[in-house]
């Protein structure tokens, strides 16, 4: 879960703010950059950089600014259930300040998206970009899976090397690089896909990330499109199985 956490629903901060207006006006306030780890012991270690023009996410704590530490996977994932910290080990002033003003309300903001009430999904745009972010968070999850859990891992070891391009038609765009059975998620169209999935419209890939609508159904229709390496498409729906248990 602490890799999901940090591969999936953090990584998403990136996408949060460079489409959402309100994440836009926290980072733009920032006086300074701030670059923050959050390292977990027997788990992930990434750092977050900050600007005002966006977010970045890097695996290990070089070039980090200011550094949080978690005892445990579980700590860590305290930190996204409940808002409870870690140890700050590294800039403590500037870890406490920007974690509990600009972090705290990018994260509070990410969570009403994510998990978004019937009645702010009336709001259409409000719908489009939960749905966006959903989609961003699953495809660092499937990663983040692939390469830690037990059961994912043993699909993850059939998997031939190569690119998924996973995505929502003319809205956004994955790649799942896959490389020795190992996983990483670009969040970006790749040009050289081995293996092809996409949703016909943002309205279908929310029913499919809700369970509102059937896989099997609108395959039949059409409505989702699969190409290429198949055997990679379904070890990709495999490990999509798990992220739903996960992230459900």
């Keep these: 879960m602490a890799y999901v956490n940090m591969y999936g629903v953090l990584a998403t901060l990136e996408n949060l703010c460079e489409i959402d207006e309100e994440a836009k006006e926290v980072i733009y306030a920032l006086k300074k950059p701030v670059s923050l780890c959050f390292d977990v012991s027997g788990g992930p270690c990434c750092t977050f950089h900050f600007t005002k023009s966006g977010c970045r996410m890097t695996e290990g704590a070089d070039s980090c600014t200011c550094k949080m530490n978690f005892a445990s996977p579980e700590k860590f994932n305290a930190l996204i259930d409940s808002s409870k910290p870690g140890m700050p080990v590294k800039n403590i002033p500037q870890v406490l300040s920007f974690l509990l003003g600009p972090f705290t309300k990018l ?34 999850a499937i990663s983040a899976l692939a390469n830690s859990d037990s059961i994912s891992m043993f699909t993850a070891a059939s998997t031939v090397d190569g690119t998924v391009s996973m995505g929502i038609k003319n809205t956004c765009y994955a790649g799942i690089e896959v ?30 990330f809700n369970g509102t609508v059937s896989t099997i159904a609108e395959l039949c229709r059409g409505n989702i499109y699969m190409a290429g390496m198949i055997s990679m498409v379904d070890n990709l729906n495999r490990i999509l199985d798990r992220v739903a248990a996960y992230l459900g």
């Design 107 to 140: 994260t509070d903001r990410l969570t009403k998206l994510l998990r978004a009430s019937e009645a702010d999904l009336r709001n259409r745009e409000f719908f489009e970009e939960s749905t966006i972010l959903t989609f961003y968070t699953i495809a660092g």
């Design 179 to 208: 490389k020795n059975h190992k996983f990483k998620t670009v969040k970006a169209k790749p040009e050289n896909p081995r293996a092809v999935m996409e949703f016909s419209d943002i309205d279908l890939a929310n029913g499919l």
